[in-house]
């Protein structure tokens, strides 16, 4: 199976909701999939921009906490797993990704990985150039510490992927 | 000693009774899931020879890694402090509380700070400290240990919880379900962690190139303890360092499916502290990353006895151990009783033994250390290859060597020509020596058998030796299987192709010689010459006492009495499970290299050895039309050594190609394993672990199959557990007698 394909059947078996978009696209998509009040980070990709979505970008503390959604770009996504991989950055991703309920990640296409093989030579290359922090993520928080499987502990309820098409 | 036994049991009675359930329904989950998600995994043997090279290696050059992680650490703009003990640990993070003026605390969950009791520390100092892990959380409400190093309340159900929080924090309405104790916990500690001042975290791994340490979590609490506050100590054992970052890779492939049987946890988090993400201050209404206030990290490396189990050669493979679980999930005693009695005073489950025994001392693993069976189930379960049972017996052997000098009891003594220290347990020491008891059995047979039923010697002898009186004893055979094998009138076979020994194991030569002839009937009628020397006892039983020196005694006397029959080109035939996993895994430990090698590569179980007579064209049809007055259908248990080594299925396939229809048991352990059953302090236990095997074998699939199992124990327990008498598969396949 292609990568791609692999992408989303895992994301799905991890209960991450997939919209496929392109360039063109990008800026009604994000408007249609988040839920307001909505906070973020500028994305780190050229041509993409949360400008014009009504995404909060550098949030306050209140603003963080109200959210209902946050919006923030990975820098890979792991085919065998579902995984994503979202760095930590001076601007706050990693709060945009973890206080909202749902947590809308933008991946573009071309950074999709097959394995973890390849996902940590990139990451390993990149910590090493000064990128020092980064979550593996998979699918919702979840826990099983009350008697039974519950989504939603302190991160989100809700994982959202936003795959932009190569062009 | 029979106060202490009594003792015991009933503390293993109430656990069966309160967590039981509870533990056994959770742990057996997850050890379902990991066979499940290491079966999806194409790459999982690599992947553990992988991660345990790195292990060892990382150890091996401990000092140069600890020194390299302060100089990335600090280069990253961190401070690395090398804790001693835990009294240094604590103090340390105290003076860092106290310097950071940290009223509250937050904290995602770390074995490394119970290891060293640091909420009590920070407590004492006037710090308030929350567990935001849901169930250290659980656990901290309801002032308890963890029973598993994973899943800290295992042992606790929903209803349970539902109950302890609707108690103690005397909500207005009644929590009920998981999602609503989830919320619940989830705005009461989002609270706490929007007020902290200082966050602590423990560390999965450590790398020394690039100071990132790696968080295995699901709930999102560890990567919010981390970015909330300012401030962020990591505390953890200094075990913990590996190499390079890359060298994470097989971890994150294995943990989470070795853990809990998820493929990936929902969240693995590579930080390298202090961490870019802004810390934010709820009270402030700026925005979060324009007030970017300076953090602090602090790295703590733990030493509390690792280095000195670093220099000990038994001890230093539970350094390797990354505290996935999977030796607690697939140990049969664990999902019976959980950590609470299969622990110390804090580690559970099978490594448990070693980390107690390094970090808080042998009496800690003394407590428990008896729940291992040595069964070996675990083992290839370990993500990172560690031999647990041998260092259960390990231990087993320095706590039989650091008791006081004992008495020596009159029913014991001349049954008990061992090496071991006069003040060992007398229990173990008899079972121990059980070899010495058989021959005595079988000479004084009938009488032995006729005197050890009556009541009176029954009471003495649980009395004294803690054997449970519930237990029926082994019946002895007057002529023994090497007896009757001398004594036949067979002529040899002159031009046969292959020669084989067959072991005359401890049971097979005194009380179960049934399965001897049988053995030998099958191989001559298969074309085997066939001899039954007079071979020592594989020493088996005293090792599963802890009495390695004089395990070690028979291994030798075996290795000698064998060595002319493997020069001359013999096999070993070897029927009792136990003893074929004795000569293949733990002799290693035992005899040389050569001598174990010599043996290993020769010998096989007996039905691996007919399998591969069938595949090299022996004549199946020899075996097939005898009454053996068993119903085509099976129900077989296979010994849990025997699975170990990987041998079950020659057993299956040659029952399946003499047109038997066999269903297979998926339980770890009948729950017997030699002597343990017959102890008083676990006849419960062990009667609990083998309901699980009684009840697959109770199903109405199973109910009318003739029951068939390769081990001694295995035999005795489903006596015990089934109506219907179990055989030894080899009396399903003797060839008809002529």
Redesign the interface.
């Known amino acids: 199976m292609a990568t791609l394909e692999t992408f989303e059947t895992n994301l799905e078996a991890v209960r991450t909701r997939i919209t496929r978009t392109n360039t063109a696209g990008f800026t009604d998509t994000i408007a249609a999939v988040i839920d307001d009040p909505a906070v973020g980070v500028e994305l780190p990709f050229e041509d993409l921009s949360l400008a014009e979505t009504g995404v909060v970008c550098n949030p306050t503390p209140t603003q963080l906490r109200e959210a209902a959604c946050g919006v923030t770009a990975a820098t890979l996504g792991v085919a065998d797993y579902g995984s994503v991989i979202l760095e930590s950055t001076p601007d706050g991703a990693e709060l945009s990704a973890l206080f909202p309920e749902t947590h809308v990640i933008v991946i573009r296409e071309s950074d999709v990985v097959p394995d973890m093989t390849a996902a940590f030579e990139t990451m390993g290359e990149r910590f090493r150039e000064g990128r020092n922090d980064a979550v593996i993520a998979t699918g919702p928080s979840a826990t099983a510490d009350m008697g039974e499987l519950v989504h939603g502990v302190h991160g989100p309820r809700e994982t959202h992927a936003i795959i932009v098409e190569d062009d | 000693m029979a106060a202490d036994r009594a003792q015991k049991a009933e503390r293993i009675r109430h656990l069966l009774a309160t967590e039981g359930a509870s533990v056994e329904e959770?742990a057996r989950g997850f050890n379902d899931g990991r066979y499940e998600s290491v079966a999806r995994l194409e790459e999982y043997e690599d992947y553990k020879d992988r991660a345990r090279a790195i292990k060892e290696d990382a150890i091996e050059h401990l000092p140069d890694l600890i020194e390299q992680v302060r100089e990335t650490v600090e280069a990253?703009g961190g401070t690395v402090y090398l804790a001693e003990d835990a009294a240094d640990a604590n103090r340390y993070v105290r003076e860092v509380a106290s310097d950071t003026e940290a009223d509250t605390v937050v904290k995602s969950k770390s074995m490394t700070t119970e290891e060293i009791e640091l909420n009590e520390a920070l407590e004492a100092e006037g710090s308030e400290v929350w567990e935001?892990?849901?169930?250290e959380f659980?656990l901290q409400v309801a002032e308890e240990a963890p029973s598993h190093l994973v899943?800290p309340?295992i042992h606790?159900?929903?209803?349970?919880?539902a109950h302890l929080f609707n108690e103690h924090f005397d909500t207005d309405e009644d929590l009920e379900t998981?999602?609503e104790?989830?919320d619940f916990?989830?705005e009461y500690?989002?609270d706490q962690?929007?007020e902290a001042d200082l966050g602590i975290t423990g560390a999965n791994f450590v790398t020394a190139d690039?100071g990132?340490m790696a968080l295995v979590t699901?709930?999102?609490?560890a990567?919010?303890t981390v970015?909330v506050p300012d401030t962020h100590v990591a505390v953890a054992g200094v075990e913990k360092i590996i190499p390079?970052?890359?060298d994470?890779?097989p971890f994150?492939?294995l943990i989470g499916r070795s853990g809990?049987g998820q493929?990936?946890?929902?969240?693995?988090?590579?930080?390298?502290?202090p961490?870019?993400?802004?810390p934010?201050?709820?009270?402030?209404?700026?925005?979060?990353?324009?007030d970017?206030d300076d953090r602090e990290f602090h790295l703590v490396l733990l030493d509390n006895g690792r280095m000195d189990m670093r220099e000990d050669d038994q001890l230093r493979e539970t350094l390797y151990c990354i505290r996935c679980s999977a030796c607690a999930n697939s140990c049969a005693n664990f999902q019976s009783v959980g950590g609470h009695a299969f622990g110390g005073e804090t580690y559970t489950g099978g490594i448990a033994t070693g980390w107690e025994a390094g970090v808080h001392g042998q009496d800690s693993a003394a407590e428990f250390n008896d729940l291992c069976t040595g069964c070996s189930r675990c083992v290839n379960q370990c993500p990172v290859n560690i031999d647990i049972p041998w260092i259960n017996t390990v231990v087993r052997d320095r706590i039989n060597h650091s008791g006081e000098d004992g008495q020596f009891d009159f029913l014991v003594e001349g049954l008990t020509p061992d090496a071991e220290p006069a003040g060992l347990d007398l229990q173990k020491r008899f079972f121990g020596n059980f070899s010495t008891l058989a021959k005595l059995g079988s000479a004084t047979a009938p009488l032995s058998n006729w005197g050890a039923d009556l009541s009176p010697s029954r009471w003495l002898m649980e009395r004294v030796l803690g054997i449970d009186r519930r237990r029926e004893l082994p019946r002895f055979e007057r002529e023994t299987f090497v007896e009757w094998f001398r004594n036949r009138d067979v002529p040899r076979s002159v031009d046969a192709d292959y020669h084989a020994v067959v072991y005359p194991d401890l049971y097979t030569n005194h009380v179960r010689t049934e399965r001897g002839k049988a053995a030998v009937r099958t191989l001559e009628a298969l074309g085997v010459a066939v001899e039954v020397p007079d071979v020592a006892s594989s020493g088996r039983a005293p090792l599963s006492q802890g009495m390695v020196d004089t395990a070690a005694g028979h291994a030798d006397e075996v290795a000698a009495d064998l060595e002319s029959y493997l020069e001359a080109g013999y096999d070993v035939v070897v029927i009792e499970p136990s003893d074929h996993a004795m000569f293949q895994r733990e002799y290693e430990k035992l005899l040389s290299e050569e001598q174990h090698e010599s043996l290993a590569d020769r010998s096989y179980e007996v039905f691996e050895y007919i399998y591969g007579l069938l595949e090299n064209g022996a004549d199946i049809s020899e075996l097939r039309n005898a009454d053996r007055g068993a119903t085509e259908e099976i129900a077989y248990h296979s010994h849990c050594q025997q699975r170990t080594l990987g041998l079950e299925s020659y057993t299956t396939a040659v029952l399946e190609d003499l047109e038997y229809d066999v269903l297979t048991s998926d339980v770890e352990c009948c729950g017997m394993a030699g002597s343990f059953g017959y102890k008083s302090e676990y006849y419960e236990l062990s009667m609990d672990v083998g309901s699980r095997l009684g009840e697959q074998f109770e199903t109405p699939e199973a109910a009318d199959r003739t029951v068939v199992a390769s081990g001694t124990s295995c035999l005795e327990q489903l006596d015990s557990l089934l109506t219907r008498q179990p055989r030894h598969p080899i009396t399903l396949i003797e060839p008809p007698k002529s």
């Open positions: 959770n990253n935001t892990d849901l169930g659980v899943a309340a606790r159900s929903c209803e349970d919880i998981a999602q104790l989830t916990a989830r500690l989002g962690i929007r690039t990132t699901s709930e999102g609490n990567r919010k970015a390079t970052f890359e994470l890779q994150v492939e809990t493929d990936i946890t929902s969240y693995v988090s590579l930080f390298s502290p961490v870019s993400t802004p934010v201050d709820f009270e402030s209404d700026e925005p979060i990353a324009d970017p």
